[in-house]
């Protein structure tokens, strides 16, 4: 640029002009060069066109005289052009201007011309990428014959001879648009031969200088009526159309060479005439008879100008949508509306750059027109789609941001919302928070029930491309707003839905302060509203991550929502799902309360147990496996601790079963006969009532049965074994069954027990079906104290006790398993300790497979011994195989039966269990 200023500074063109970067050459031997550039005073862009006068007075291998011919014929061309005014002819914006340096004038903005394009780049310091890497598409070589056609038409009828159409002499601009020029030997029809300074003659030598090439019209191109007659005539321009075409698909490449020397382009003419259609196969087949019909060597069998351009190859549906398209602006608006809602369904036909180029354009000039406004839109919302961001920006933003302010039409609005998340992926940056936002904004709000309706529909489908803190400062409130102050159920639904897609955009903090206030001043109670805010409430609740809590559900939600399950317009299935949902609510509520009352209380004894070692108590926590010492922080893990603790019990357990065993074959004999009347008086509810008294904190104070016979009484803190922290259970923890029905008796029905929590009490053995306990809904076995029979005496005087019925945690022994317990017989005989009642070992419910009754390993069937169960059969364990039966339980064969007459099996649920009679028919042992 700045070279061109320097060196042609005094040219009025150069002055008033910006130049930049050569883009081009053109003209007769492409001797001007085109420079990009800008009109300072409208900051218009432009093409500057400059040739070097002074470079050309520099060569001495030219004579003067040729020198200036060739300036003669340099300004002659932009002479004539200025004369000119048509679309297919290239404009001048600025004159022709000279000085000692050089000549200069402006013309419209182009992109190359069509030899450079074809690989022709003479004159050109550097060729542009763009240019080089060109290809020109079928389609775009159709189009700008059919312009260069209108231009030949528009010459011939003014009886204006072009004379040197050729691909120098032709540019295209940045719409791909072909343009005329080059009319340095442009002549009226009537006036020729009339001057001599017209008149051109050709050498019978090959031109070689550059120059000499400049000063005549191309002879390749040259019609034979020039030569013949030395006269043209308008369609000799035809002639060399012909030419033309054939460049466009050979490079430039010309039929026949004949360098400038007429004798070789006279024999070029006879091969010329005498070839056939098929001699231009490199042409598609439409335009081969065309070619061969624009060559014939007399004028009057050539086609017109206008007849050329209606020929069939130009008749195809893209075809007449780009010629429609350029002369749009003649075209009434009903006939501009009908075509445009047509032209979606051809776009996917058109090449991309054709499309942006020929297409986009005249598109972009209807929007300007308010009626055609909403019809134009649509192709180019279409268009924009294909289009890169570097594309948007460029070619459509800027004349679209004064679109987007457009409420009326309302199509114009619901075509931008249908396609907001493309103005928001492609839009810069820096200008979406001013133009493109503003459109939903106006969306949202719009007194258009139907565009309102539009916009909450759509407005989930981009919520990824929205900005948070947009969303909660704007969009939410417009939201909220629409559902708020509408009197339409369809918007307020809408809004509900809407609100319900987008919570997974939100936060804990934005549902707490705006959303669930908002709900909870919804204004209507109409179904489908009704249905939308259960349908909101359910997923704000379904997830933590929104920050329900049990308060606001208490406090808030579940007052507002209970009432709507009672409305009179709801119908059976929305009722259900209504009181689901409170459901879902309720038990949300009692969960977070549970486990938080869970956690307090697990606390509350972790502190009292360290009082009692502060007091000087034992730690039954062994230290050194709380913390592991290679993690990345210790953890108290409760769990182990527990089993290590339970395991050193049944280590002491074991050793005193070893002992035991002697003195349980002795008491056997004593304990046989006791044995049927107290099966008989369990059985006929008359017998001893066993109860258990747990004080606070839930320790059992119930004696061993024969305290006074070798039988011990654990203190409290021995018979504790584990405590459940955090759901961690051991095996002293399992309480089985909540709720025990009286022995011999139906038990009472379970609920929804499950391994768990609530404390329970164990009904008396032998008491009436009646007396058993209620039901535990939600109880679990395991996790809270259940409590034995006590250190009471049945009506053989004989303790029976000392536990929880079934081995819970805090007891130490019981019933039915557990740590050392007795049981006396009859006269207050003793039952040697070391065993449960029912076997197993350190408080396990029919746990072990060796399990016996009144000792820990028995032999089943010993005369004189404590009979009891076969080895490997628990007594009444889970298993194919449990149950009382096979073995009476004093050591004598019994048929197995299913049910005894007046006393069941407490039925937990294991397979083929059945209970073993003993002493008759009147009772059983449970």
Known sequence: MNRIKSAFSSNAVIKEHDVGEQIASAGPGLMWKVHKGTFRAQRKPVSVWVFDKKALMADKNIDKKQKERLIAVLKRGPLELVKLKHPAVLAITYPLAESKESLAFATEPIFSSLANVLGKTDNMDRVPLNVRDFQLLEIEILMGLIQLSAACSFLHQAEMIHGNITPNNIVMNQHGEWRLCGFEFALHSKYQGTDESTRIEYPETNIVNAVDKACLPDLNYRAPEYHFSGLGEVRSDIYSLAHVIYACHNNAAPIADCHGNVLAYQANLETISRSAATAFSSLPLALQELVKLMLNTHPSVRPTAEDFGRAPCFDNLQIQCLRYLATIYEKT?????????????????FPKRVVLKKVLPPLLEELKNSVMMPFALVPVMIIAEECSVVEFETLLFDHLVPIFEVTEPVQVQSIFMHKF??????????????????????????????????????????????DFALMKAAILPLVQAACINTQRTDVRVQSLVCIGSLLPSFDKWLMKESILPFLLKLPSREPG??????????????????????????????????PMSVLPSLNSEQVTTVLAICRTLLKAVHDERIEALKETESMQDAAKETVGIANGGSARVDVGNVFEQDGPSPVFDVGAAARAAAQADQEAEKRKEAEAIAAAARVADAFVTPAAGMGAQFGDGSGAQFKSNVRDGGEDTASLFGAASGGSTRSPRTQRKSRAYKGVQTADDAVIGSSMGAFGQPTSQLGNSAFGATQSTSNSFGAPAAATLPMFDSSVFGGSSSTGGSAQTSQMGTPFGGGSVFGSSPSSGGVFGGSPSSMGGAGGMPMPSGGSV???????????????????????????????????????GAGPSSGFGGMSPF????????????????????????????????????
Do not use: C, W
């Open 333 to 349: 608006e009903p006939n501009k509306a009908k075509f445009m809602k047509g032209l979606p369904k051809v776009l996917p036909e």
């Open 421 to 466: 998340e493309l103005l928001l992926t492609k839009s810069p940056k820096s200008r979406v928070n001013q133009h493109v936002y503003p459109i939903l904004e106006r969306a949202l709000s719009s007194p258009v029930p139907q565009m309102q309706s539009l916009a909450l529909q759509l407005l989930p489908q981009f919520q990824n491309a929205l």
């Open 529 to 562: 509203v009704v249905m939308a805010f259960f349908g909101v409430i359910k997923m704000a609740v379904s997830d933590s991550k929104y920050g329900v809590t049990a308060e606001m559900i208490a406090n808030h939600l579940l007052p507002f929502s209970v």
């Open 838 to 876: 029912f076997g197993g070992s350190q408080g396990a419910a029919y746990s072990t497979s060796q399990s016996s009754m009144g000792g820990g390993m028995a032999a089943s069937g010993a005369q004189g011994g404590m009979g009891g169960f076969p080895q490997g059969t628990s007594g009444m």
């Open 891 to 926: 050591g004598q064969p019994q048929q197995s039966k299913p049910q005894s007459a007046q006393g069941n099996l407490l039925d937990l649920g294991f397979p083929s269990s059945g209970s073993g009679g003993g002493g008759g028919n009147s009772g059983s042992l449970i």
